[in-house]
């Protein structure tokens, strides 16, 4: 069965105004990492940031990233110091409340080596706040991220990840595909002739691997997710290299030169890694689309019985709930419990449309688009279950189901962008 969740939703908040997660994804400048700020609490911060980034519990892979965060940050402290001195004591203050929000999320995530406060950057927060210096030209320090909006940038980022993975990585198909188109040329090789080709087509992981390394360096923690992106990122960097020496095999038609034997040598050893990173993406996506679901489960029992914001989550809760039940379908399973989901959205869908008949001014195109839309998918969810009692090959609706379930996702998002009324709180 065709996999669903080839469009994750990113939560919102994504347009989060310079903020300490976005320093630290950004490549650095030309810093000189020995030279302290002079800043005794930026100082102690900083090297408090690098004694963690050093400690055993941290991810190689984040280290190179983490670093370069904190050199941006030296930078930027210390250039706000020398272009205005009199910023200095709010400066002072900045780095203090980093130290303490930081040291918590990277304690949390990775357990790592974050010495405290010392006492001076202590009594800094017990004071009252610095009095904003002047307006200078130098440009400010990165203010401290909240948990909260530390953990938004991470499901962020991760999300992000998803999308270029479910775009770019359909790996169960490919598999499959690399197996139908070489099963022949691994079994015979040369016997095949000269018109013989070895065709691979697994594309490697070096922009997710990047994008990942980025995401789990970000501060924060996101407990059901963490776990899975580690494991998936180790499975894409255990393959990556293979993928790209099987790659370089095609491209060069070494194939041709050398009987196919690098080929089927390296058959063996393809095959488990591609399916140990295709198990590390399934669980990945699950875990993202599991906690969005309770994100949104918590969000609409805070909203009023009646509310089209209310009912449109309520809509799109169910919808998700069917995708989970598709999922788990095979070619002879059970369809009674996707038909009652299918029927739990239909219920949902018709009080969506109710509630959006009501609302005055009109809603959005948008939104009754969606509540279309959704009415598709269900027609077409039902045509997967007629077909897998009938023949037991579903491919055709499946897919059809898969494509107008992502097109929901897709108007869902313009609705709630056009639409206030329609936003979960």
């Known amino acids: 069965m065709p996999r669903v969740r080839s469009v994750v939703r990113p939560p919102r908040g994504r347009l989060t105004a310079a903020c300490l997660a976005a320093v630290l994804a950004t490549p650095a400048a030309a810093v000189t990492p020995l030279t302290p700020v002079g800043v005794e609490s930026c100082d102690a911060f900083l090297d408090a940031y690098a004694q963690c980034a050093a400690s055993p519990g941290v991810p190689e892979p984040a280290r190179p990233g983490i670093r370069q965060g904190i050199n941006t940050m030296r930078e930027s402290f210390r250039d706000s110091v020398a272009r205005n001195p009199a910023a200095r004591p709010t400066v002072a203050y900045q780095c203090a409340q980093a130290h303490e929000a930081v ?123 963490d776990p899975q992106a580690a494991r998936l990122l180790a499975a894409l960097r255990d393959v990556n290299p293979t993928l790209k ?119 959005s195109a948008s939104c009754t688009g969606y509540a279309d839309t959704v009415a598709s998918v269900i027609g077409h969810g039902r045509d997967v279950a007629r077909d897998i009692r009938a023949k037991g090959d579903p491919s055709q609706p499946a897919q059809l189901f898969n494509d107008t379930y992502n097109r929901s996702v897709r108007d869902l998002e313009s609705c709630q962008r056009s639409e206030t009324r329609v936003r979960p709180g």
């Open 103 to 225: 040291r918590k999320s990277l304690v949390d995530a990775f357990k790592c080596d974050f010495p405290a406060l010392p006492a001076a950057s202590q009594a800094l927060l017990q004071a009252a706040p610095p009095v904003a210096a002047a307006q200078a030209p130098a440009r400010a320090a990165p203010p401290p991220q909240s948990p909260e909006a530390q953990a938004v940038a991470k499901v962020n980022a991760y999300t992000e990840a998803q999308n270029h993975l479910v775009r770019s990585h359909p790996l169960e198909r490919q598999l499959a595909e690399y197996r139908r188109d070489n099963e022949r040329v691994l079994k015979l090789g040369t016997k095949l002739g000269a018109n013989a080709w070895y065709h691979f087509g697994i594309v490697d992981f070096d922009g997710v691997i990047d994008e990942l390394e980025k995401a789990v360096a970000l501060p924060g923690s996101i407990p059901e997710v």
């Open 245 to 363: 020496a099987l790659t370089r095999y095609q491209t060069t038609r070494e194939f041709k030169e050398d009987g196919y034997t690098f080929a089927r040598q390296q058959h063996p050893i393809l095959v488990p890694k591609v399916e140990a990173a295709a198990k590390a993406m399934d669980a990945y996506g699950t875990a993202l689309f599991e906690r969005e679901l309770a994100r949104d489960e918590r969000r609409m029992t805070a909203l009023p019985e009646d509310a089209p914001a209310r009912r449109l989550l309520a809509t799109s809760l169910a919808l998700r709930r069917a995708v989970q039940r598709f999922e788990a379908l095979g070619p002879k399973a059970d369809v009674a419990p996707f038909l009652g989901a299918l029927g739990e959205v239909s219920t949902a869908n018709r009080q969506l449309g109710t509630s959006l008949d009501g609302m005055s001014p009109k809603p």
